[in-house]
């Protein structure tokens, strides 16, 4: 997983992620509050909450390549609380092609891996 540290607050990084997604125009498909789903069921996690979002064109490239790595997809960045520190994280997905059949599509995977960076570092306020 790779994961960057935000210079904010929780609160903040989740805004500026939420900002940082719709201003490229990419289709959030799901929030998962997972703090909030242990807080309902009468359990304790600390602020955590994963994004699951895309842009379909690609994906669907992808799954034309090889039909499993649909399990993987849509793409997802997970934001969560550490203490005092807020972290953002994320798989890298030019991981996937070790395990589909994908290579014919590297460049896709490689877009990928570089729009979760941004989205993360934007997210942080790791970037200028």
């Known amino acids: 997983m790779i994961v960057t540290e935000s210079s904010s607050d929780y ?11 719709e201003q490229r125009g990419l289709t959030v498909f799901a929030r998962v509050d997972h703090a909030g789903g242990a807080r309902a069921a009468g359990l304790e996690l600390a602020d955590e909450e994963l994004f699951v979002f895309g842009n379909p064109k ?3 490239l992808l799954m034309q390549s090889d039909p499993r790595i649909g399990v993987e ?9 550490e203490g005092e520190r807020t972290l953002v994280g994320y798989r890298d997905p030019r991981e996937l092609a070790k395990t589909y059949d994908v ?4 460049a896709i995977l490689e877009q990928m891996a570089g ?11 790791a970037t200028d």
């Not at 609160?11 to 997604?21: C, D």
């Open 103 to 106: 290579a014919s599509r590297t």
């Open 58 to 60: 690609a994906g669907t």
């Open 11 to 21: 609160r903040a990084t989740i805004e500026a992620l939420v900002e940082a997604i």
């Open 115 to 125: 729009l979760l960076g941004e989205l993360a570092a934007e997210a942080a306020g």
């Open 73 to 81: 997809l849509p793409l997802k960045l997970l934001v969560w609380s």
